[in-house]
């Protein structure tokens, strides 16, 4: 089986509290926009990582660009959030469990991240048609 590269994202409207999206693409054409409830930008970016991980086959790599999320889950990082505490344990059991540590998550610059990208276009779509969609993300980085 060959191995895939996944790119990850998640976004949230700090001006509609818990409206939130992800976004999810491989190199094998997968496309995935999603809105999701969450409490903050960072709980989105795990959302992200975790469906991506639900996604991937052992010996993938996953790219997001968010350090916090990256750094705690493969960096040594510590969780200091209560908030993000279960999104982080769920993901290191998937780690763990589905994929025994065979998995690569890595971190990206946003400018290079095809999710990131694909979100930011959602942002400047739905500010243009003046929010129709119901998706303002003012906290994407």
């Given at each position: ?49 975790i469906e ?6 052992p010996g ?63 942002k400047r ?17």
């Amino acid at each position: 089986m060959s191995k895939i590269i996944w790119f990850c994202d998640g976004g949230y409207d700090n001006l509609r509290k818990r409206n939130g999206i992800y976004c999810i693409v491989n190199d094998n054409g997968f496309k995935r926009v999603q809105k999701i409830l969450v409490e903050s930008s960072n709980e989105a970016e795990y959302f992200a990582i975790i469906e991506s991980l639900i996604l991937a086959n052992p010996g993938d790599t996953i790219y997001s660009d968010s350090q916090l999320i990256v750094n705690q889950l493969v960096g040594g990082w510590k969780v200091k959030s209560d908030n993000l505490y279960h999104f982080w344990y769920e993901a290191c059991e998937l780690i763990e469990s589905k994929f025994k540590g065979n998995i690569n998550i890595t971190w990206i610059p946003r400018d290079v991240n095809k999710a990131g990208i694909i979100l930011d276009r959602e942002k400047r779509k739905a500010i243009r048609n003046k929010n129709k969609a119901g998706i303002i993300l003012e906290n994407l980085k």
